[in-house]
């Protein structure tokens, strides 16, 4: 009797294991899978100067570029240089953008609602706005893994990369078309590092259209 007992108690366990495993399999495939997040679009300083090359898609180096912005204004200053000295300022003030050729003092105001008509610098918050924004993973640039954003637009589409280590700047871009990539070697947010006078709008500039406006390009010098 005992053996009979010890052998039905034997038995017994062994069902409550299997019961237990089959129960514990089915909790296991039940579970919901991790989710990767993406990181959260980042803001930009209310104030910031950049250094840059500016690069192709492959990588070619066509220029240079010195980056100025401060939303308290709000203004943006681009001065593009090329390889062989060529020098030209894009000032974007409020809602008007001007190509200024300091070289010459000569200067027109760009009112072609396609490239930069009415249009004001990008507000700090702009890849966090709407849902047009896209996460693009990290990526190497200048030695530094940093993670890249799109912004999607009716006219056209940014990039915006920051280190992942830190978070500081990598890289602006237009992703448009033929892409054009920022790739800072420089960058600061410190009042005390952006130029004076950088947003101040030259005397020879016209601060209303002229029959130049529209054929004012920003673009290529």
């Known amino acids: 009797t005992s053996d009979r007992l010890r052998q039905f108690s034997t038995m017994q366990l062994r069902k409550s294991t299997l019961v237990f495993l089959c129960v514990a399999t089915l909790l296991v495939a039940a579970a919901p899978a991790a989710v990767a997040t993406s990181p959260p679009a980042p803001r930009w300083a209310n104030q910031f100067a950049f250094v840059s090359s500016v690069q192709d898609g492959n990588g070619n180096v066509y220029g240079s570029s010195q980056f100025y912005y401060d939303w308290s204004i709000p203004a943006v200053a681009q001065v593009l240089a090329s390889p062989i000295g060529q020098q030209y300022?894009?000032?974007n003030v409020?809602?008007?953008?001007?190509?200024?050729?300091?070289?010459?003092?000569?200067?027109?105001?760009?009112?072609?609602?396609?490239?930069?008509?009415?249009?004001?610098?990008?507000?700090?918050?702009?890849l966090q706005l709407g849902n047009s924004t896209k996460f693009l993973g990290a990526t190497t640039i200048?030695?530094?893994?940093?993670?890249?954003?799109?912004?999607?637009?009716?006219?056209?589409?940014?990039?915006?990369?920051?280190?992942?280590?830190?978070?500081?700047?990598?890289?602006?871009?237009?992703?448009?078309?033929?892409?054009?990539?920022?790739?800072?070697?420089?960058?600061?947010?410190?009042?005390?590092?952006?130029?004076?006078?950088?947003?101040?709008?030259?005397?020879?500039?016209?601060?209303?259209?002229?029959?130049?406006?529209?054929?004012?390009?920003?673009?290529g010098f």
Request: glycine share 8%.
């Open 142 to 219: 200048n030695g530094r893994s940093c993670n890249g954003w799109a912004k999607y637009t009716d006219v056209a589409v940014f990039g915006w990369w920051t280190a992942v280590s830190g978070g500081e700047p990598c890289q602006l871009s237009w992703l448009l078309g033929e892409t054009r990539n920022m790739v800072m070697s420089y960058y600061s947010d410190q009042p005390t590092d952006m130029p004076a006078g950088v947003f101040d709008i030259p005397a020879y500039c016209p601060r209303v259209p002229t029959p130049a406006s529209p054929s004012c390009s920003i673009s």
């Open 94 to 126: 409020g809602n008007q953008t001007w190509r200024v050729n300091v070289g010459n003092s000569t200067c027109c105001l760009c009112t072609n609602p396609y490239s930069c008509g009415d249009s004001t610098p990008p507000l700090p918050n702009w």
């Open 89 to 91: 300022t894009i000032l």
